[in-house]
């Protein structure tokens, strides 16, 4: 049986963790080891805006150790991310580039959607009882060093997700140099984080009942040395909080790191981390808090898994993106019949022309998600719809897609009615984006759109054929076609610049 070794390296806010892994194919992944170092990285950021020296220098110690470490293991792959502390770091290029020529470590800077959305993968994989838990209306709350990630889950699939900036160490970074006693600080700290609790609860909560909130994040395993003394091992209510905040503010973090045996930089935390669970449970009137063991790492090992094949999980996470993108359409009242319609036959289209366009799976996505708010900017005004549509998919995060990945989306959406720059003109706008990838996408749009521009959709079925150097899309309806072919010839014409075959409409009128 073939054994590989691949290493999982997490760069976070408070401390750089990697685990090795065995990976067979019958038996999947099994953990082999785990390192972890203290390293305030997150200090340097959210105080400074940037990484200092002496972090860099400590870094490379430790990223050279884990690579040594890896090298014992004979580890064949291995896949390191930063988060926050490094994503939001104004060096943040100079310390990447730093840390791969000194220890020939690579590492990869996540978006917060994408560590989220890997965080979620780990959870749904590995969680025990994760299923039955999201089956009712369930809050994931994942604190981290820098910020708080709330997702709420209904009939088992993600529907909401929000980000806000009150993560542990950040919070404590903005709260260290009040001069507050121990025990005013909970106050203190109960009303730096609890508008932001109550605003996600306004917009997102509402009158809805949360059953389960599952922790997950940097603290919630060290709060749980303290909480194991007055709960059970993965599950802890309010009162049981309230003990445990009690007995936070009682010791200082010297005291807790000794007696619990965490290290001091995580205990300085622990007070945030716990306030900002309690308030959201208070809020939603949740009956418990569960607290699997998850971290990035996890989600980082089943990512790689699901990558390569060598894990089937039940779960379908593309249609928690769907989900979610389907209640920002809700949310900014896009025309449902219009949207799943154009977003049908773009999704045809481009199964059907896999072979000239050469995309993948994370561009059809992408399609899919931009055929369904393409048209969101018009809850705003219908006037520049396009730009506003732009703002609004720029403005809202969707887990499981990069920065780069939705301002791609952003551009289909916002070029699909207007002109579309030529690459020189545009390159400075989009950044890091690819200009294909938008184009490629942009001229199925365009078409898919064309075939449903009333509105009204005219046809439930469409036969897509690619031939002689024509996309011949057969339409089968009775209904009057006129407006739909009078607007199809100039989509038709863009579609054939990019992939040298014309789009073709004909249709069919079955008795």
């Known amino acids: 049986m073939a054994v590989k070794t691949f290493a999982a390296i997490d760069v976070g806010s408070t401390d750089v963790t990697m685990k090795i892994y065995e990976i067979t194919a019958k038996r999947g992944s099994r953990q082999i080891d785990c390192v972890s170092n203290i390293i305030a990285l997150g200090s340097d950021t959210y105080a400074k805006g940037f990484v200092s020296q002496e972090s860099v220098e400590k870094l490379c110690d430790i990223l050279n150790g884990f690579s040594r470490k890896m090298k014992e293991y004979g580890v064949e792959h291995y896949k390191a991310y930063a988060t926050s502390a490094i994503r ?17 470590i690579e590492i990869h800077v996540l978006s917060n959607s994408e560590q989220r959305f890997l965080m979620y993968k780990g959870l749904a994989a590995n969680g025990v009882n994760f299923k039955q838990v999201a089956e009712k209306n369930t809050a994931i709350v994942d604190i981290g060093g820098g910020s708080v990630q709330i997702s709420l889950m209904n009939n088992g699939k993600l529907s909401v997700t ?27 700290i109960g009303e730096f984080v609890e508008n932001e609790i109550e605003t996600f609860s306004a917009f997102y909560l ?24 007055h709960t059970v091992a993965d599950q802890l209510n ?31 935390l622990l007070l945030p981390a716990a306030m900002i669970y309690r308030i959201f449970l208070q809020k939603s009137k949740a009956d418990t808090i569960w607290t699997p063991k998850v971290d990035l790492c996890d989600g980082i090992i089943v990512d790689e898994l699901l990558r390569t094949k060598g894990i089937t999980v039940e779960h379908d996470f593309d249609e928690d993106i769907r989900s979610i993108v389907r209640q920002m ?3 900014y009242r896009c025309n449902k019949g219009h949207n799943v319609n154009v977003t049908k036959i773009a999704c045809q289209i481009f199964d059907k022309t896999k072979k000239i366009h050469g995309l993948g799976p994370n561009e059809r996505m992408q399609l899919e998600i931009a055929a369904t708010l393409h048209d969101c900017g018009k809850f705003i005004n219908m006037n520049g719809a396009s730009a ?5 998919i720029m403005s809202n995060e969707i887990m499981g897609l990069s920065h780069k990945q939705r301002e791609e989306v952003a551009n289909i959406v916002k070029y699909n009615a207007l002109s579309l720059p030529t690459y020189e003109n545009l390159r400075a ?8 990838t938008i184009v490629k996408l942009l001229a199925i749009l365009r078409v898919a759109n064309a075939m449903d521009r009333s509105h009204k959709q005219k046809a439930s079925e469409y036969d897509i054929v690619v031939k002689d150097k024509q996309l011949v899309i057969t339409i089968d309806t009775l209904s009057d076609l006129t407006l739909e072919r009078g607007l199809f010839d100039s989509k038709a014409d863009f579609f054939l610049q990019v992939y040298g075959i014309r789009p073709m409409m004909k249709q069919k009128r079955s008795v």
């Open 88 to 104: 939001e770091a104004k060096n943040k290029m100079m310390v990447l580039d730093l840390l791969k020529l000194r220890t020939g």
């Open 162 to 188: 929000q980000n806000m900036p009150i993560g542990a160490l950040r919070v404590r970074e903005r709260l260290k140099n009040l001069k507050v006693s121990p025990v005013h600080m909970e106050r203190v």
């Open 206 to 229: 509402g009158d809805k009942t949360i059953k389960n909130i599952i922790a997950i994040g940097d603290e919630i395993e060290n709060l749980m040395h303290i909480i194991s003394g």
């Open 238 to 268: 309010e009162e049981q909080l309230k003990h445990v905040i009690e007995e936070i503010i009682t010791k200082n973090p010297v005291d807790l790191a000794l007696e619990y045996k965490i290290p001091y930089e995580r205990a300085t």
């Open 329 to 331: 359409a809700k949310r």
């Open 388 to 392: 506003n549509s732009y703002s609004i």
């Open 429 to 436: 706008e989009i950044g890091e984006c690819d200009y294909m």
